[in-house]
């Protein structure tokens, strides 16, 4: 636990984690309000165990919310995991390179990726709210899911890490087309595997702050667990409306970070 955080801080960080475990349930970016919330509220931390702890808490919480939808909802768990093993290898990758990171590249580097994101879902109005068309998935497909969605974005959560499950879904939706519930429940699959592949290299690096991230965790846990719930209840409408006002949210605070803050 940092020496010089107060209970304060620490009781803000929290309801962040609660939060964010929600949202990474929900439509996934849960890690673009925690992240920010940790280097704000530990400023003399270096970057790198700020990640490392970032990672510590989401990996609790996306567990709990991938066991939630498998139980749940019908997942192909054997593709999902395929596409779980390619990101765990791309997520080694980037969290190899994440020591040097600037936190001063972080916010423009998301907005640019969040835009595009936000363009996409606006452009296509009906897009993952449809069901998915029946039928085996072309191996083509597949192919390309573990290469864009395993490789590409698993090295990219390794690298960074917020905003990832809102990717996943995205490009789960588009490549295998699935609607939102279901590209959401794979996600969580996938996006363990990233967690836990970045999470062993920061911790051989010995850059997690255990005690505040065990702490961080239990409330990412219960944020999880509801957050999944309340998107199988819901339906591929809600998951997708949750995704357009989490991203306008993110972008505009991001924005005026990037332009008016201190």
Known sequence: MPPDISLTVLSLLCLAALAAGWIDAVVGGGGLLLLPALLVGLPHTPVVQVLGTNKSAAVVGTTAA???????????????????????????GGAFFAAGINSAVLRPLIMVILLGVLAFVLLRPAF???????????????????????????????????????????????????????????????NVCTNVGALTVFTLQGAVLWQLGAV??????????????????????????????????????????????A
Request: charged residues 10%.
């Open 66 to 92: 991938a066991v939630t939808y498998v139980r749940k909802t019908p997942v192909d768990v054997w593709a999902a995991l395929r596409i779980g093993l390619a990101a765990l290898a791309g997520s080694l």
């Open 128 to 190: 993952g709210t449809a069901s998915a068309p029946s039928g085996p998935v072309t191996r083509r497909r597949v192919l390309a899911a573990i290469l864009l969605v395993g490789l590409g974005i698993g090295f990219y959560d390794g690298l960074i890490g917020p905003g990832t499950g809102a990717f996943l879904i995205v490009a789960l939706s588009a490549v295998l087309r699935m609607d939102l519930v279901a590209a959401s429940a794979t996600a969580k699959i996938v």
């Open 216 to 261: 961080l965790a239990l409330f990412n846990l219960i944020g999880g667990m509801v957050g999944a719930r309340m998107a199988l209840k819901r339906g591929a409408g809600f998951v997708r409306g949750v995704l357009v006002v989490v991203v306008v949210a993110l972008l505009c605070k991001l924005a005026y970070d990037q332009w008016y803050g």
